[in-house]
């Protein structure tokens, strides 16, 4: 598997935030002629293209096989991969981990990557902890650029969204994953495009019963992956 910076940073003292917006240019000025992800990565490194670089220690590119038949994409880097500048090694990138193996799918063979490539956070009110918090609709547009060129360079046969935030920035916002999750849907990024449920769901389940059902649900959306994979590779 490709991997990005992989320094384990703390957040760094950055200056206070101002209520106005300081982004500089668009993402897509950043984008290089020629891509490559090794290039995508390196531009996207100085992307001010919207307000949450400002809070956020770095940018999160995607990671894996730069012509992987699979790619994955979630909602943003949580605290984790805002520390550790790779996408989906905290807890919900560990159940994911998990899954993808229970489903027989190799992660270094997959593309993984968000449609925000920056941590979008508060402070927990009591205690230290940074609390995710949903991106934006102008985040998420500010932010395309990046997928868009990903999926160009990658160019994968099934694209895979990662919950509600990504399948409905890829899929238009009247997608819902509860009714249309694991059935292949028409698109226009990849052959095939599915969407399932966000790893992190199933981390926040009510109970051990319930938590075991969803991820067998959640396994049994990617075992349909990987049969769509293999279909298209025997294209
Ligand atoms: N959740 C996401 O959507 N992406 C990550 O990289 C980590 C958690």
């Known amino acids: 598997m490709q991997s990005s910076v992989n320094s384990t940073r703390r957040p760094s003292k950055k200056p206070p935030v101002s209520s106005e917006s300081e982004t500089t240019g668009t993402a897509a000025s950043l984008i290089p002629a020629k891509p490559t992800l090794t290039s995508l990565r390196r531009a996207a490194s ?6 949450l670089w400002k809070r956020a220690n770095q940018t999160v590119f995607g990671e894996g096989m730069p012509k992987a038949t699979i790619m994955l994409v979630g909602e943003q880097p949580g605290d984790q991969e805002d520390r550790i500048g790779r996408p989906f090694v905290g807890p919900a990138g560990k159940l994911l981990d998990q899954a993808l193996i229970e489903a027989g799918i190799d992660r270094a063979d997959v593309y993984v990557t968000n449609v925000v490539k920056h941590f979008k956070w508060s402070r927990a009110e009591r205690g230290k902890r940074r609390i995710h918090k949903k991106p934006r609709y102008s985040e998420i547009h500010a932010c395309r ?20 935030s990504a399948a409905q920035a890829l899929l238009g916002r ?11 849907v028409e698109s226009s990024f990849a052959p095939v495009v599915i969407a399932t449920v966000h790893p ?10 319930s938590r075991h059902s969803e991820m067998k649900a959640f396994v049994d959306d990617l075992k349909q992956v990987a049969r769509l994979a293999k279909d298209r590779r025997q294209n």
């Open 200 to 209: 992190s769901s199933i981390l926040r389940a009510p109970d051990e019963k």
């Open 145 to 164: 650029p990046w997928l868009d060129s990903e999926l160009d360079v990658v160019k994968p046969e099934v694209l895979v969204c990662l919950g509600a």
């Open 174 to 184: 009247g997608f819902r994953v509860t009714r249309q999750r694991g059935k292949p």
């Open 46 to 51: 100085h992307c001010k293209a919207c307000d």
